[in-house]
């Protein structure tokens, strides 16, 4: 691992981060949207039920963390193959591991900026304090869902890497699916039965669950983080040999070059 | 063929190299050297398996066998190392759009974990004589100022070797010429090999000091322009003349020599450049009066024609 290859990546997604107004537009423009939206209905609601009212705009001011980290490591390799410029970075000496952890850096850093600036517009604009749920709470909940949206990020830049660009549209779209099976705004009790399951899988509905928690008593809910991270662990660790069966499987039949034709 | 018995030192050896797509077998078994310090052209029609071959000796597809070796290591074992003192640069891959040249350069200057990055591409800029375009996103560059900053990018690292894919593609004569004498610049001053491909057989014939030949996968000729020209074999004679067409035209046909009347006072003639001291000699008696006499030698894109069109 050279710290100085890593940073060439990260100097590459700077660069190309501030003189593209698309990318502004989806990682600062459309989250902030977003959480004015939900600080709105957050408003409306307050008066009947505070606190789903705080619940639907904590989900939506955590949620950001995992849409940035996974469309930073998805989505920014895309500019790469736009620009025909992925196999020049990649007959460099620079390791497959130095590149993902490159946008995995980018991602966290973006991620960190965006909460920071929506969490002092929340105190502002609507009079809720993110901080509530302890920092503690919060240092956990911002690695675990780091670790998950980077995990999906891998193996949708995975699938790229060996399908090309037709299917481009999940980079952007497929991390989605786990907002609502993740119980992002509202408890997990509240959803159906079946649909309860398949959250229990998800390594975010502890998360969101254990920010409800800290929301509602205070204090860091210990088991609800260790379930997540266990599950976290167990769908990285296969995440990471899928992403290297598949950019190896895309270098054997040639996809990987055929990216950029 | 080879060109070991002439290689102090090869700075890139293939050896056995097999890629097959499914069925289908994009390279077969092709085995060659890189020189050090040389220049060595990679031709073949469209579809040879120049650009898979390309692809493998930079890692980004891979091989079913036959081995790498970049100045004696083995490339599957030693990427890192090897890709640390070779470079590329094709006409077919562009460097990042949205942002400037300057900016481009010195994430690959990182990448490459160049020392005293902003003065050796300060350095590059001014030499390649695009200093002034530095801090432009490099989509608003011309074709011509893309290929020399490209090529500034494959020279960031100092390296040993490049593997250049067409680079004066889509460039105008001029450009296409100040680039191919930058790129004998830098051969005269690094010592450094190039593994060069194109469609352009003049610039081959010029900058090239060995040919290889592939087609269909596997290589059909290897050695220097020169004796592959001279392989051919066939030149042709071109007399220009004030009169006396009939009278050369009944003593060529005489003779079973093969010709076409370009013009009623011009003819071509194909033949061994043995034989033209004999047929100007018969020529001469037959009542014409010959004005001019060219004789056209065979030329590398006639060798690749040869081989294009299955003569060979």
Redesign the interface.
């Known amino acids: 691992m050279n710290v100085r290859r890593i940073w060439g990546v990260l100097l590459q997604e700077y660069y190309v981060t501030i003189h593209s107004l698309e990318i502004l537009v989806d990682v600062f423009f459309f989250p902030i949207l977003n959480i004015v939206l939900f600080g709105l209905i957050s408003m409306y609601l307050s008066g009947s039920d505070p606190e789903a009212a705080r619940n639907v705009l904590l989900g939506m001011v955590l949620w950001q963390i995992i849409w940035i980290i996974a469309y930073s490591v998805a989505v920014e390799s895309l500019w790469n193959i736009w620009s025909k410029n992925l196999s020049n970075m990649f007959i460099a000496p620079l390791k497959l591991s130095e590149y993902v952890i490159a946008h995995f850096l980018s991602g966290s850093v973006k991620a960190l900026i965006l909460l920071m600036g929506a969490i002092i517009f929340c105190s502002f604009a609507f009079g809720f304090n993110v901080f509530d749920i302890g920092f503690s709470t919060l240092f956990l909940l911002f690695t675990l869902f780091a670790f998950f949206a980077f995990t999906v990020g891998l193996v949708v830049l995975g699938l790229i890497f060996c399908y090309g660009l037709r299917i481009q549209a999940l980079s952007w779209s497929l991390i989605f699916i786990f907002q609502p099976l993740s119980a992002a705004f509202f408890p997990l009790d509240a959803m159906p039965q079946w649909l309860q399951a398949i959250a229990y899988l998800l390594p975010p509905t502890y998360g969101f669950e254990a920010a409800r928690f800290a929301l509602e008593h205070g204090g860091v809910h210990i088991q609800l983080f260790a379930t997540g991270f266990i599950l976290t662990i167990m769908y990285l660790i296969p995440a990471v040999f899928v992403f290297r069966y598949l950019f190896n499987r895309s270098r054997n039949s040639g996809q990987f070059a055929r990216n950029e034709a | 063929m080879s060109f070991a018995g002439n290689v102090s030192e090869a700075v890139l050896e293939v050896h056995d190299l097999v890629k097959d797509?499914g069925s289908f077998r994009a390279v077969n078994g092709i085995s060659f050297s890189v020189p050090r310090g040389k220049i060595v052209g990679f031709l073949g029609p469209n579809g040879a398996g120049k650009?898979?071959t390309i692809?493998m000796l930079?890692?980004?597809?891979?091989s079913n066998s036959g081995s790498i070796r970049y100045f004696g290591k083995e490339f599957a074992n030693h990427?890192?190392?090897c890709?640390?003192r070779i470079?590329?640069a094709?006409a077919?891959?562009?460097?990042?759009?949205?942002?400037?040249v300057r900016?481009n350069l010195?994430?690959?200057?990182?990448?490459?974990?160049v020392f005293d990055r902003k003065k050796t591409i300060d350095a590059l800029l001014e030499r390649f004589e695009i200093i002034d375009h530095a801090d432009e996103?490099y989509w608003h560059l011309s074709s011509g100022q893309r290929t020399r900053v490209n090529l500034i990018?494959s020279l960031l690292n100092d390296p040993e070797l490049i593997l250049m894919d067409e680079p004066t593609a889509s460039l105008d004569p001029d450009i296409a010429d100040k680039t191919l004498s930058l790129i004998e610049e830098l051969r005269e001053e690094r010592g450094l090999s190039i593994l060069y491909t194109s469609h352009n057989m003049t610039e081959v014939t010029r900058i090239c000091d060995e040919v290889i030949f592939l087609d269909r996968g596997k290589i059909v000729a290897k050695d220097t322009p020169e004796k592959l020209m001279r392989s051919i074999g066939i030149a042709t004679l071109v007399l220009s003349f004030s009169s006396g067409q009939e009278n050369i035209e009944r003593h060529l046909k005489e003779q079973g020599v093969p010709h076409t009347f370009v013009t009623h006072q011009c003819v071509e003639i194909p033949t061994n450049e043995n034989a033209i001291p004999e047929i100007l000699f018969g020529l001469s008696h037959v009542g014409s009066s010959i004005i001019d006499i060219e004789v056209r030698k065979p030329t590398l894109e006639d060798v690749f024609l040869q081989i294009a069109r299955k003569e060979v």
Not at chain 2, 58 to 62: D, E, M, Q, Y
Not at chain 2, 106 to 113: G, N, R, S, T
């Open positions: 797509y650009t898979t692809q930079l890692g980004i597809t891979l990427r890192g190392e890709l640390q470079n590329a094709s077919f891959n562009t460097l990042l759009g949205r942002i400037t900016e010195l994430v690959f200057a990182e990448l490459y974990q996103q990018k």
